[in-house]
């Protein structure tokens, strides 16, 4: 059973294009390591610049196993130095009944 994921990345400063760059990354290199399912990632931008990448892991033991792979973490680590990671509450969005967002197409 897959689970959906919403990642939220706010970039730092002038760093929006390197996150957009390593988010046409990212889910290539799950679906590679057979981590997250086929279906098609969503990218959004939020009215204050966070970037929601919606994805869906293949099952609870593939995020573990995400957190064990070189390659998968050294990744996570570019992101780490280039934005933070946010909460769907740190939106105004989120106050909405039908919050919308920008799509971003990859």
């Not at 994805?55 to 033991?61: D, G, I, L």
């Not at 919050?99 to 990859?106: A, G, I, Q, R, Y």
Request: charged share 30%.
């Amino acid at each position: 059973m897959g689970k959906i994921v919403l990642a939220l990345y706010k970039p730092f400063e002038g760093k929006e294009n390197e996150l957009l760059e390593l988010i046409k990354e990212h889910t290539p290199l799950l679906l590679k390591h057979k981590l997250i399912t086929s279906r098609k990632a969503i990218v959004l931008k939020s009215d204050n610049g966070t970037i929601i990448e919606i994805f869906e892991w293949r099952s609870p033991k593939a995020i573990d196993d995400a957190h064990t792979n070189e390659q998968i973490m050294n990744l996570w680590n570019k992101f780490g130095e280039i934005c933070s990671y946010e909460t769907l509450g740190s939106l105004e969005e989120s106050k909405a009944i039908f919050p919308n967002f920008k799509v971003l197409d990859f």
